[in-house]
């Protein structure tokens, strides 16, 4: 094993350990706010409700079409992108471990062999 690989493979388990945290907070900020629009929203139709909008439809557009709404869509967004930029640096350091106990075990192989 060269010194290169070894530095590689620690590398990507360390990225591994030092941003598995951030992952798991925005995931769970994704979850959040996707659950929260479900309220948000029927918070705004009752706001349109009381505003004189009487059917649901009427009271859905309203909620949908709220500053407050569109926000926290960009809330969501925001969340979701950062949540898949680190799974996905996550499983890029996880392919190169895989790939790294790939060549390892090829080495073995090979030294078996003569």
């Given at each position: 094993?060269?010194?290169?690989?070894?530095?590689?493979?620690?590398r990507s388990?360390?990225?591994?350990?030092?941003?598995?945290?951030?992952?798991?907070?925005?995931?769970?900020?994704?979850?959040?706010?996707?659950?929260?629009?479900?309220?948000?929203?029927?918070?705004?139709?009752?706001?349109?409700?009381?505003?004189?909008?009487?059917?649901?439809?009427?009271?859905?557009?309203?909620?949908?079409?709220?500053?407050?709404?569109?926000?926290?869509?960009?809330?969501?967004?925001?969340?979701?992108?950062?949540?898949?930029?680190?799974?996905?640096?996550?499983?890029?350091?996880?392919?190169?471990?895989?790939?790294?106990?790939?060549?390892?075990?090829?080495?073995?192989?090979?030294?078996?062999?003569?």
């Amino acid at each position: 094993m060269t010194t290169e690989s070894e530095i590689n493979i620690f590398r990507s388990l360390d990225f591994i350990r030092d941003n598995a945290p951030a992952y798991a907070k925005a995931k769970s900020e994704r979850v959040y706010l996707e659950e929260f629009r479900k309220s948000k929203k029927a918070l705004l139709m009752r706001d349109a409700e009381s505003a004189g909008h009487k059917s649901a439809v009427s009271q859905e557009r309203e909620a949908y079409a709220d500053p407050a709404y569109m926000q926290l869509l960009d809330g969501l967004r925001v969340a979701v992108e950062q949540e898949e930029a680190l799974k996905w640096l996550i499983v890029g350091a996880q392919a190169k471990i895989e790939v790294w106990r790939t060549i390892e075990a090829n080495r073995r192989a090979e030294a078996k062999t003569l």
